[in-house]
């Protein structure tokens, strides 16, 4: 599933990302943090992690996602692995088809992170480069992803991605994993559609007996499939 959360990021909060990723943040090669697979098609900037910024914006992510009533009915998260920053453009300009590993070491909290869910947070107003799509090869064919500064992107885990080169501009991203309570990718989107739907009926019905007992497939559903 292909979900978009519009505004994850408030103005202000898009503010400080944008003052703390300018020219002279500690930008640094990104390949130093990719897998073999990845290393041959990764050529862009990454924010040093063990910086004050990193740590600023870390937060700054990290709170915006956990306030979003959308982002946890899609990814059901259990963990998240640290939010990282990176840049795109220049002779650093794009990231070619590839897979992120399985499970990824977080520096952050010191612990082992499955990659159910991935998630990019767009931090650069599109009319400010061109290129830069994140293409996303799912079931129906590859989709292209290029939101507005501030909207984020959720995307299985399990696809293979890439982001196309920036030949104007610079594009400024962060992107996290999620590991999810329900590992399935198939089991959440269900659990998400029940849960979506029952938001419109009872915006419609208000609650009746119908949508209680729907309620209770919800969390039925979610305890047979949840592991926490
Ligand atoms: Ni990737």
Not at 4 to 17: F, P, R, T, V, Y
Not at 75 to 84: D, E, G, S, T
Not at 87 to 93: A, E, K, M, T, V
Not at 154 to 180: C, D, K, M, N
Request: glycine letters at 8%; a negative charge.
């Amino acid at each position: 599933m292909l979900l978009q959360l519009k505004n994850l990021l408030s103005a202000e909060e898009l503010g400080i990302a944008r003052a703390l990723l300018g020219d002279d943040a500690p930008w640094i090669d990104g390949r130093s943090s990719a897998g073999v697979q990845a290393l041959t098609q990764k050529n862009n900037e990454q924010l040093a992690q063990d910086s004050e910024a990193s740590r600023t914006l870390q937060a700054l992510i990290l709170g915006a996602l956990r306030r979003d009533p959308l982002f946890f009915s899609a990814a059901l998260p259990r963990k998240i692995f640290n939010p990282l920053f990176n840049r795109y453009g220049g002779g650093s300009n794009f990231y070619g088809p590839h897979v992120d590993g399985a499970v990824l070491h977080s520096k952050a909290s010191q612990e082992w992170v499955r990659t159910d869910v991935s998630c990019t947070v767009f931090l650069s107003d599109p009319a400010d480069y061109d290129g830069g799509e994140l293409l996303v090869q799912d079931t129906y064919g590859s989709r292209g992803v290029k939101l507005a500064a501030g909207d984020a992107v959720l995307y299985p885990g399990t696809s293979v991605h890439q982001v196309t080169p920036v030949t104007r501009g610079h594009r400024v991203a962060s992107f996290l994993w999620i590991e999810s309570m329900v590992r399935s990718d198939e089991q959440r989107r269900i659990l998400f559609d029940l849960d979506m739907n029952l938001l419109k009926l009872r915006a419609q019905l208000g609650e009746t007996p119908e949508t209680t007992a729907l309620t209770g497939v919800y969390h039925n559903l979610l305890r047979q499939w949840a592991q926490t």
